[in-house]
């Protein structure tokens, strides 16, 4: 758990996508549903410190524009979270974990940028989609920077929008977690008080790892690792 906490702090200050080997953690420790909003309030610590760094750099527009349609995303992925059983929530959570490896292997050896269309239905789509995938999986990322990266933006931009883009959205679905699925207790508080440090040192890591490692080859093995430990959580 202390290994996972590290990569959901380096995922939000180095490198995107480092996330999801630690999501598949969590949930064969904690269970599926339970680690879904434990390990949120790990991201929501990550991203706050992501927010601190790039203030300045956020496109308000892309924010705004994105934001209503993950909310309702949101929404539909409490309902659908809160009808399904452990085990269907389990491979869901699974299925999108996969998908959003491959659409991020998809992207490292694509040779062209793709280019999405701004237009009204393709970012009430991909936000629905991202927002449901974040409340079930919390694996928006890919979908998510798939479409910021379209956008052409400079690094810092990029990473500022993305900061707070995630940083509204998972804060928006805390009172789901606390109040409908119940994922989040007093009990979660001591465990979660521990892996606060590891968290932070994680963003501390994130930003050496960017400048000291090759950004690329680091990329493809955590996204590597997190797709066996979807498949893992798919097929058991």
């Not at 393709?122 to 974040?134: I, K, Q």
């Not at 079930?136 to 810092?156: C, Q, R, W």
């Not at 963003?203 to 066996?228: D, Q």
């Amino acid at each position: 758990m202390v290994l996972g906490a590290l990569f959901f702090g380096i995922s939000r200050t180095g490198i995107r996508g480092s996330a999801m080997v630690a999501i598949p953690i969590f949930a064969e420790i904690l269970g599926a549903k339970v680690s879904s909003g434990f390990v949120l309030i790990l991201l929501i610590i990550g991203d706050g410190v992501a927010i601190r760094y790039y203030l300045r750099d956020t496109h308000w527009k892309t924010v705004l524009k994105l934001l209503p349609w993950a909310l309702a995303g949101v929404v539909v992925g409490a309902l659908v979270g809160e009808a399904i059983s452990e085990v269907a929530f389990r491979r869901t959570m699974g299925s999108i974990l996969l998908g959003s490896a491959v659409l991020l292997l998809w992207r490292e050896f694509r040779e062209n940028e793709l280019i999405i269309p701004g237009t009204p239905v393709v970012s009430a789509l991909l936000g629905t989609s991202g927002g449901f995938s974040s409340m079930v999986g919390n694996a928006a990322g890919p979908l998510m920077n798939l479409y910021l990266l379209s956008k052409g933006y400079k690094k810092e931009q990029f990473v500022g929008t993305a900061a707070w883009f995630f940083f509204l959205m998972n804060v928006s679905k805390v009172p789901f977690h606390v109040f409908y699925w119940r994922t989040v207790t007093m009990d979660s508080i001591p465990l979660l008080a521990l892996l606060v440090v590891p968290t932070l040192l994680g963003t501390v890591l994130g930003v050496s790892i960017v400048r000291v490692l090759p950004e690329r080859p680091f990329r493809l093995v955590t996204v590597g690792l997190a797709a066996v430990a979807s498949l893992r959580l798919v097929l058991m």
